[in-house]
């Protein structure tokens, strides 16, 4: 597609349930990264793909958060037994090469806001 | 580590006047930084970035930084704000590499008309 494309583009979920987010990044981009932004604040980075390989997780804030990229293209960010802590925007960002945004920019979707109610 | 600190999270200005958005970093090794704009309902768009080289760092949109060391400073400057440049500006740092990238907590651009 001509860019990344994220969905859904809202979701409300109930505390306790489990959500699935969903990355198209632009295609042929190897890296993928994905990022929270709180109400109010900067994004802040939860993890990173390079390929299939999720070479950082660091970022994700608990054992509640998985992401995966199985086929190196499409990411799916998981959130288990959501939290009211968890309302925030997510957004996921791809680049075309292995180094990540230094040298080449990293493009970012619209996000999905999340608000657990 | 790195840190982004935006000084104002709020500015005004009126249409054709200078834009002047503040951003001091911290970081233990040289910085790349970046400038990122995000209009609403919308994602980031880099706006520029510095990693080696010249100080001054024309980007898109009429908009230039400066990245001066000694001041551990990367202030966004436009010579004359548009109706079209009302967004949120976001300052970032990482220290090199693919290294995940450290945002400040942004500033909203208002333009009054």
């Known amino acids: 597609g001509a860019g990344v494309s994220q969905s859904p583009r809202y979701k409300v979920a109930k505390r306790g349930q489990d959500v699935a987010l969903r990355c198209d990044p632009i295609?042929?981009?190897?890296?993928l990264f994905w990022y929270q932004q709180a109400l109010g604040q900067g994004p802040e980075f939860l993890t990173y793909f390079q390929n299939e390989a999720q070479l950082d997780k660091s970022g994700l804030p608990s054992d509640r958060f998985f992401a995966e990229r199985p086929e190196g293209s499409v990411s799916t960010l998981k959130i288990q037994r959501t939290q009211q802590e968890d309302s925030a925007v997510y957004l996921c960002?791809?680049?075309?090469?292995?180094?990540?945004?230094?040298?080449?920019?990293?493009?970012f979707g619209q996000g999905t806001r999340l608000t657990v109610v | 580590a790195q840190s982004v600190t935006q000084l104002g999270s709020h500015v005004s200005v009126s249409e054709g006047a200078l834009v002047l958005l503040r951003c001091n970093y911290s970081s233990s090794v040289p910085p790349y930084l970046f400038w990122y704009v995000q209009y609403p309902n919308q994602g980031l768009q880099l706006l520029l970035k510095?990693?080696?080289?010249?100080?001054l760092v024309k980007g898109i949109n009429g908009f230039e930084a400066e990245f001066k060391k000694s001041e551990t400073s990367f202030h966004l400057t436009k010579p004359s704000a548009h109706m079209s440049d009302a967004a949120e500006y976001f300052c970032a740092v990482t220290p090199g590499g693919y290294q995940k990238v450290t945002f400040g907590t942004g500033t909203k651009l208002q333009v009054i008309p």
């Open positions: 510095y990693t080696t080289g010249a100080t």
């Open positions: 960002a791809s680049s075309t090469q292995g180094a990540g945004i230094i040298n080449t920019e990293a493009f």
């Open positions: 295609s042929g981009h190897v890296s």
